[in-house]
T-cell receptor
Framework: GAVVSQHPSRVICKSGTSVKIECRSLDFQATTMFWYRQFPKQSLMLMATSNEGSKATYEQGVEKDKFLINHASLTLSTLTVTSAHPEDSSFYIC????????????FGPGTRLTVT | LAKTTQPISMDSYEGQEVNITCSHNNIATNDYITWYQQFPSQGPRFIIQGYKTKVTNEVASLFIPADRKSSTLSLPRVSLSDTAVYYCLVGDRVTDKLIFGTGTRLQVFP
């Protein structure tokens, strides 16, 4: 299957700082990328959908000014957590889709964010 | 978006067949059913997808009755490495968003 990478795999930052997480589709062009957040022992929660060259669509309850998403190319989407707080500590996972159908949606390995 | 319901957890022993059933009573005509596997601190991994009847691949089978209101993921002869959380999702062909439910935490014992 296709490969999606995330960088960094884990990051620790201080409260009030911003952190950028990259999601890359390595061997295919991703017209759409999704960002999820997962707290311990919980399911994945969809945060936003980003389409290349357009603004991201955020799910209800997700602050778009806090979680900045940029999908500038067909292989890269970034999620920036601005002014991070300890409650933002979570596992952030991206997925990328090249076409219609769930079997064409591939997930990255995730990024563990810890805000101290 | 169709909501899915599946058991929170299941236990099994190595070598047994495991069947995890998912209910999706409000599935729409164009929706498809997909199962993902997730290990701790990893992203979900695609297992199998189907629309109706039976689908089989090298790792699992997916059984979908005619009314499509439920589906069953069948894992033959599980091993310890199959201990994971299994998510049943119903695809939204309008938005293509995948909404994850609670998942089923499968524990395989030796």
């Amino acid at each position: 299957g296709a490969v999606v990478s995330q960088h960094p795999s884990r990051v620790i930052c201080k409260s009030g700082t911003s952190v950028k997480i990259e999601c890359r589709s390595l061997d295919f062009q991703a017209t759409t990328m999704f960002w999820y957040r997962q707290f311990p022992k919980q399911s994945l929660m969809l945060m936003a959908t980003s389409n290349e060259g357009s603004k991201a669509t955020y799910e209800q309850g997700v602050e778009k000014d806090k979680f900045l998403i940029n999908h500038a190319s067909l292989t890269l989407s970034t999620l920036t957590v601005t002014s991070a707080h300890p409650e933002d500590s979570s596992f952030y996972i991206c997925s990328a889709r090249s076409g219609r159908g769930a079997d064409e949606q591939y997930f990255g390995p995730g990024t563990r964010l810890t805000v101290t | 978006l169709a909501k899915t319901t599946q058991p929170i957890s299941m236990d099994s022993y190595e070598g047994q067949e495991v069947n995890i059933t998912c209910s999706h009573n409000n599935i729409a005509t164009n929706d498809y059913i997909t199962w993902y596997q997730q290990f701790p601190s990893q992203g979900p991994r695609f297992i199998i997808q189907g629309y109706k009847t039976k689908v089989t691949n090298e790792v699992a089978s997916l059984f979908i009755p005619a009314d499509r209101k439920s589906s069953t993921l069948s894992l033959p002869r599980v091993s310890l490495s199959d201990t994971a959380v299994y998510y049943c999702l119903v695809g939204d062909r309008v938005t293509d968003k995948l909404i994850f439910g609670t998942g089923t935490r499968l524990q395989v014992f030796p």
